[in-house]
């Protein structure tokens, strides 16, 4: 299975902090249409909903397994006027079908290449003065990512995982330049946070919930358990764990908020 719910939230706390920090930079106001791209379990969709009570949200995700999760979990109080909506479908020709004020995307397209030509795209679906609000981790040249770049040049699986590794993320001047034509504001900053999780192999661990997944799910069993061990391997050295029990993961990210 591509992407196991209960797997990604092991570590639910620390992968909501930068939702949070991404919504709290989004204007205030009082959307009507809003959409989380790549919702995955519906955790940030049920952020947008607590800020925003009155609007009307759909998560879109692709994958059926987090899709499932999320409409198991809705969220409502006196105060929300529409149930929350989902939506399976693939961001990389994803479309909006009507007007939208906020378009928010937390840790999902980093999955996708072409950012230069789908990020105007969004921007050019929002109403004047909506809100296209992106954050994505930006993992190349850490141990975190690199042992897995690695490990998947493997010739017994090369070809088969090549496609479930993601694109390097581009630093923000460029993602500037991509939009600055589009947006009235603009606001781009990158952050590294520095994850403390606690458990057994918690970085082996962290990645299977999220970019080893869709790449161990691409193996038969041998050949998972086999990749999962050489990884874990590798990130058991890199990222020790400390003498409290906890392990430290500096991890770094890029967040995007623009207005139209
Ligand atoms: C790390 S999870 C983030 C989920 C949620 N936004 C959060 O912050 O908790 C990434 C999500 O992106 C989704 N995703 C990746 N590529 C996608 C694509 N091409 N189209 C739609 N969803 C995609 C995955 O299915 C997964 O649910």
Known sequence: MPWDPSQYLKFAAPRERPALDLLARVPSGNPGRVYDLGCGSGNTTRLLQQRWPRARI????SSAEMLQEARGVQAAGPTVRYPLE???ADLA??????????????AAFHWLGGHERLFPKLMRSLMAHGVLAVQMPRGHGSARIDALVEIAQDPRWKDRVAPHLFPEVAPPAVYHDW????????????TEYLHVLSGDNAVAEW???SALGPVLGALNPDEAAAFYQA???KMQAAYPRRADGTTLLPFRRIFIVAVR
Not at 93 to 106: F, Q
Not at 179 to 190: A, F, H, N, Q, Y
């Open 231 to 233: 990884y874990s391997d």
């Open 86 to 88: 989902y939506v399976q």
């Open 207 to 209: 990645s299977r919930g």
């Open 58 to 61: 759909t998560g879109v995700d």
């Open 179 to 190: 939009l600055v034509k589009e947006s009235r504001g603009l606001d781009i900053w990158e």
């Open 93 to 106: 020709t994803w479309m909006a079908g009507d007007p939208v004020d906020v378009i928010y995307s937390n």
